[in-house]
């Protein structure tokens, strides 16, 4: 059997001391406040922008349909990631900005809860839900779009505390 706690000299923490995979331990852990915030963006062509803009996508309200598809990842994390906990999420926000001078669409996720772990992966699959779903409405207009940086770029909470991106 494999010891299930990290070796400290490892920064891994889903590694035991043996190099296998486990789901960490967060037993010991206190409980606080914690909130995540991720972004991503896709990049299209203007006529597809227009189209999600206009609302006449063939598919409906692709910027309404996409902010419930981030949702939804958020809550489905741990079925996806397989060394994710499940979580008792209390609160998703998600929001897009539409930016014509580069024919983009930016989402920002923000989740929270309070438990003994981070949101940060919860966050990150919100906002890359996000995208993909953009992606899926409007593929049959734009193959070629990207999505492109996705990123945490705050944390609160937990034992390490606050952590905001340099960008």
């Not at 906990?85 to 929270?112: K, M, W, Y």
Request: hydrophobic letters at 45%; a neutral charge.
């Amino acid at each position: 059997m494999t010891d299930p706690n990290p070796t400290a000299a490892s920064p891994l923490t889903h590694f035991d001391a043996s190099g296998q995979a486990h789901m960490v331990d967060v037993g010991a852990k206190n409980e606080t406040h914690r909130i995540a915030v991720a972004a991503g963006t896709i990049r299209m062509q203007p006529e597809t922008l227009a189209l999600i803009q206009s609302g006449n996508a063939r598919k409906g309200d692709v910027l309404g349909i996409a902010r419930i598809a981030a949702i939804m990842g958020a809550k489905r994390t741990s079925d996806l990631v397989p060394l994710c906990h499940p979580l008792a999420i209390t609160r998703v926000a998600v929001d897009f900005e539409v930016d014509g001078a580069n024919n983009s669409v930016h989402c920002r996720a923000q989740v929270e809860t309070h438990g003994k772990t981070g949101v940060e992966m919860e966050a990150l699959t919100a906002v890359q839900v996000g995208l993909l779903t953009i992606y899926d409405m409007c593929k049959a207009a734009d193959r070629g779009m990207v999505m492109t940086n996705v990123r945490v770029l705050e944390k609160h909470g937990g034992k390490s505390g606050d952590w905001t991106a340099a960008i």
